[in-house]
């Protein structure tokens, strides 16, 4: 007999990998009133497939060459099941799901790395900040080869995940690989308690704000609002621009992106949903109060930009309400639903796309900024092309002409630009769209 399940309408829009127990992360909307429960007369099950399962299963029990309980053997038939159907959908037993719970709070146990696997290799999205794996200098786009010596090399990234769980306190070796680099890096890092502060924020110059979002957990629409109205009483005087930084931001809950967009909008779609179930379909939309009061923002990404963060970003650009800075995000555009199972279980099942205002799918293509900018680090720029100046070529002309003023540009101006080309020059941007609107 076959118990049909209720579906939370729980939407998850990430496929990342948190390192901390190697479990899921959940853009988890909102719950409402779950829909009636299919039944086995609504959908048969193809028995003779089922009876197929059943032999493999007791042909396993009676010849494996090491004894398999029952549960072990459903357990693994359920993974592998989903697994083969997309990267994102996923059997999630009791401890990752509770853990997937934990999470969505913002407070979790572990490296603070999210990673995805591509082409059977384990890549890194991005590092959470302030995470020991952010501190060590893991980067997005890093393949992650070896685990305490172990090869991941045809491991599935259940098992991968599984190598690199343990507790607060515990080390753990990563063998990594970096584009352009010709010799694999080794970082060392010690396990902890990732309490994750989802907003923070500066004044950047008199009149110029920044926020920055590592990911969308339960408070973080609060968080952005608290943020900026906490900016405008620093600057004593509303502010004339703003930077969202989105940049390495893995996603999480989608309701707390809808309400970091719709602080930042009057009206208009949000994001929507299509899927083949009614349940799996909705739109989400804007209600009047720009906090900003059409004030200019410009938002950074970069390819560790993904999920939540792309409905965030695609929200503000379709609806022009900012100018998209970076570079190309991840692309994560499918929805799964959270489906609680018997036991404390649940399964992640992908049921939809998901669809910025424009009516635009950004699966497997990401969010094209309006401005595209490399990520640069210009001290290093300039240190590699020091043997290209007219200044080091044997026998050059010597200049005797008296030396000129300092340039105008401030010192917190080069600084900036030092330490962070693309912010530098989204602060440009706001400056330039001050002076024409002025």
């Known amino acids: 007999m076959f118990t049909a399940y209720t579906k939370s309408s729980a939407f998850i829009f990430t496929s990342m990998l948190v390192m901390a127990f190697g479990i899921m992360t959940a853009a988890v909307a909102a719950p409402t009133t779950a829909p009636a429960a299919r039944t086995?007369?609504?959908?048969?099950?193809?028995?003779?497939?089922?009876?197929?399962?059943?032999?493999?299963?007791?042909?396993?029990?009676?010849?494996?060459?090491?004894?398999?309980?029952?549960?072990?053997?459903?357990?693994?038939?359920?993974?592998g099941m989903l697994a083969g159907l997309d990267p994102h959908?996923?059997?999630?037993?009791?401890?990752?799901?509770?853990?997937?719970?934990?999470?969505?709070?913002?407070?979790?146990?572990?490296?603070?790395?999210?990673?995805?696997?591509?082409d059977g290799a384990v890549v890194v999205i991005s590092p959470i900040d302030g995470t020991p794996a952010a501190q060590a200098g893991i980067q997005s786009g890093d393949v992650i080869l070896q685990v305490n010596g172990t090869s991941l090399d045809g491991m599935s990234l259940d098992s991968a995940v599984t190598l690199m769980r343990g507790s607060p306190g515990t080390t753990i070796t990563l063998t990594v690989l970096r584009h352009g680099l010709s010799k694999p890096l080794v970082f060392t890092l010690t396990r902890s308690e990732v309490h994750m502060a989802s907003v923070?924020?500066?004044l950047l110059q008199p009149g110029y704000g920044y926020v920055r979002i590592s990911q969308y957990s339960e408070d973080t629409g609060a968080g952005v609002i608290a943020a900026v109205k906490s900016l405008i009483k620093q600057n004593k005087a509303p502010l004339k621009g703003l930077i969202l930084?989105?940049?390495n931001n893995p996603?999480?809950?989608?309701?707390?992106?809808?309400?970091?967009?719709?602080?930042?909008?009057?009206?208009?779609?949000?994001?929507?949903?299509?899927?083949?179930?009614?349940?799996?379909?909705?739109?989400?939309?804007?209600?009047?109060?720009?906090?900003?009061?059409?004030?200019?923002?410009?938002v950074l990404v970069n390819g560790g930009t993904a999920s939540a963060a792309e409905i965030n970003a695609g929200a503000l650009q379709d609806n022009h309400r900012a100018l998209i800075l970076g570079t190309q995000t991840f692309g994560k555009g499918s929805v799964q639903?959270?489906?609680?199972?018997?036991?404390?279980?649940?399964?992640?099942?992908?049921t939809s796309l998901y669809y910025t205002p424009s009516g635009h799918s950004i699966q497997a293509e990401g969010i094209k900024p309006d401005i595209v900018v490399p990520e640069l680090n210009v001290a290093a720029a300039k240190a590699a092309n020091k043997n290209l100046t007219e200044a080091n070529l044997e026998g050059h002309l010597a200049n005797t002409a008296p030396t000129p003023a300092a340039a105008t540009g401030t010192q917190a101006d080069d600084q900036l630009a030092q330490q962070d080309f693309q912010l530098y020059q989204a602060l440009i941007i706001l400056k330039g769209l001050n002076f024409v609107a002025g």
Not at 337 to 348: F, M, Q, R, V, W
């Open 40 to 79: 086995q007369a609504t959908i048969p099950l193809p028995w003779q497939q089922v009876r197929l399962l059943a032999d493999v299963m007791q042909l396993v029990k009676e010849d494996y060459v090491q004894p398999v309980d029952d549960t072990t053997l459903i357990n693994n038939a359920i993974s």
């Open 200 to 202: 923070r924020s500066r």
């Open 89 to 118: 959908s996923a059997y999630l037993d009791k401890s990752d799901y509770q853990q997937l719970q934990i999470i969505t709070t913002g407070e979790f146990g572990g490296l603070g790395l999210e990673v995805t696997q591509e």
């Open 337 to 350: 639903t959270l489906i609680p199972l018997p036991e404390g279980a649940a399964i992640k099942l992908t």
């Open 245 to 247: 930084d989105l940049r």
């Open 251 to 298: 996603g999480g809950l989608v309701d707390a992106a809808v309400d970091v967009s719709n602080a930042f909008l009057n009206s208009g779609i949000i994001v929507s949903a299509k899927g083949r179930a009614p349940e799996s379909n909705f739109v989400r939309r804007a209600t009047p109060g720009d906090i900003l009061a059409g004030v200019p923002l410009v």
